[in-house]
């Protein structure tokens, strides 16, 4: 069975612009997280989607956004491009029924804005 | 809100040592513990966990303990290889069928042959 992938797996751009990172997940997972990886502020959640409905949101501007598609395939969106959203983004599947879930990570969209 | 504090190190071992990563816990409800690990340039794979009090999670040889009265979920390794060297990080899910993790800051572990 396939894992996670995630799209591209290095982006630069610059500061103001915007940028559109793609997650497939693993076949038959419901639910897809996106987390932020910085060196600073560690690993944190940027939101989840199941079902194509967003379940849960983390704590960061609505620069960051996201949508998940009726096949689970998901998207996150960053407008306005600022040089500290220079990071790992990383994407998670799981079924999205089972408690606790068990999430399955992708290698991560390495993001650097200049 | 929840939070989890792990040591941060590096840590620094030779083949064949004892590990010891701490990890504690803060947490309003009753959550599951994790421990995940993360070699350079990929994602995170989780290792093992915990789903209540003085449940053991094991993987490769790996092992951690949920305890409650402690909130604590330390990892530990008798005997560690070279090809343990990566990063690990703890982290809980509150109960309630939430998604969102929430991580430790990471330990960085390098093994000398």
């Known amino acids: 069975k396939a894992g996670v992938t995630q799209t591209p797996r290095y982006l630069i751009k610059t500061r103001g612009q915007q940028v559109t990172l793609s997650c497939s997940p693993i076949?038959?997972?419901?639910?897809v997280s996106w987390y932020q990886q910085t060196p600073g502020q560690g690993l944190q959640f940027l939101f989840e989607?199941?079902?194509?409905?967003?379940?849960n949101k983390g704590n960061f501007p609505g620069r960051f956004s996201g949508r998940q598609f009726s096949n689970s395939r998901s998207e996150m969106n960053v407008s306005t491009l600022e040089l500290g959203d220079s990071a790992l983004y990383l994407c998670?599947?799981?079924?999205?029924?089972?408690?606790?879930?068990?999430?399955?990570f992708g290698p991560g969209t390495r993001l650097t804005v200049t | 809100g929840d939070s989890v504090t792990q040591m941060e190190g590096p840590v620094t071992l030779s083949e064949e040592a004892f590990l010891t990563i701490n990890c504690t816990y803060t947490a309003t409800g009753y959550p599951s513990l994790f421990w995940y690990v993360q070699y350079p340039g990929e994602g995170l794979q989780l290792l093992l966990k915990?789903?209540?009090?003085?449940d053991k999670g094991s993987n490769k040889g790996f092992e951690a303990t949920y305890r409650k009265e402690t909130t604590s979920f330390h990892l530990e390794k008798g005997s560690v290889q070279v090809s343990d060297s990566a990063v690990y990080f703890c982290a809980l899910i509150d109960r309630g069928g939430s998604e969102k993790l929430v991580f430790g800051k990471g330990t960085k572990l390098t093994v000398n042959p």
């Open positions: 998670a599947s799981s079924l999205g029924r089972r408690q606790p879930p068990e999430q399955y």
């Open positions: 989607y199941f079902s194509e409905t967003q379940r």
């Open positions: 915990a789903t209540k009090a003085d």
């Open positions: 076949s038959g997972h419901r639910s």
